[in-house]
């Protein structure tokens, strides 16, 4: 079975800080990716980027980079140089080979302080 | 490009009263079409899916249905609602079904039953 683990219930960073936030999951596929969403107060959730359990480097896109270490089963999101309009829920996904959905972790509440 | 429509994006409604949710995407054919509940500060819960009209597919046995009527419009349902329904419901849509493909998300319906 899937498992999407977000140890973090919150976050504080600095602005222009980056800032790591913790994703661990549990599959037995080895064929599966990961993805990090970004869920501000309206609601919406924002696709960030994706890993795929194949990919020799880790993702990039733009500010946000994926921490990916596939032995330790870990997927953690960096994001640097971090602005106020970071502020928003983050939350980690995982998908493998037998799923039709997404699986979704708790979420972390980042805030940015000024 | 593809955009994706929720309505209404709030809705009060009385315990035991019909519920209908309809979700629209434009700019795509036949896409993969997920309705999601997220209660509060938790992550989502997939409740239905489906990869084509008339086809769906449950995830969690509850008072809730959904329909697929047309290719891109999704429509989730119950004929009376529980206080345990409410929530904030989310669509997405994605295209293909392999680990790669990320799901889009509308703005969302936030739902409360009193």
């Known amino acids: 079975a899937q498992k999407i683990t977000q140890t973090q219930p919150g976050m504080f960073v600095q602005e222009k800080e980056a800032v790591t936030l913790d994703c661990t999951y549990d599959t037995s596929d080895p064929s599966y990716g990961l993805f990090w969403y970004k869920q501000p107060s309206s609601g919406e959730m924002i696709f960030l980027i994706y890993?795929?359990?194949?990919?020799?480097q880790n993702a990039t896109e733009g500010r946000y980079s994926l921490n990916f270490q596939k032995a330790r089963k870990s997927a953690n999101l960096v994001i640097s140089a971090s602005q106020l309009g970071d502020s928003a829920m983050y939350f980690c996904a995982m998908r493998d080979s037998g799923a039709n959905n997404l699986f979704f972790g708790t979420g972390t509440r980042l805030t940015v302080i000024p | 490009s593809q955009t994706i429509h929720q309505w209404p994006a709030t809705l009060v409604q009385p315990v035991g009263s019909p519920l209908s949710l309809e979700c629209t995407v434009e700019?795509?054919?036949?896409?993969?079409l997920y309705w999601y509940r997220q209660a509060a500060g938790r992550g989502l819960q997939l409740l239905f899916y489906?990869?084509?009209?008339?086809?769906i597919s449950s995830e969690v046995p509850q008072n809730l249905s959904a329909s697929r009527p047309q290719d891109r419009q999704f429509i989730l349902s119950s004929k009376k609602l529980l206080l345990s329904d409410s929530g904030f419901y989310l669509c997405a849509w994605s295209v293909g079904q392999g680990v790669r493909y990320e799901q889009y998300f509308g703005p969302g319906t936030r739902l409360t039953v009193t």
């Open positions: 700019g795509t054919s036949n896409p993969n």
């Open positions: 890993q795929g359990s194949y990919d020799q």
């Open positions: 489906s990869v084509g009209i008339g086809q």
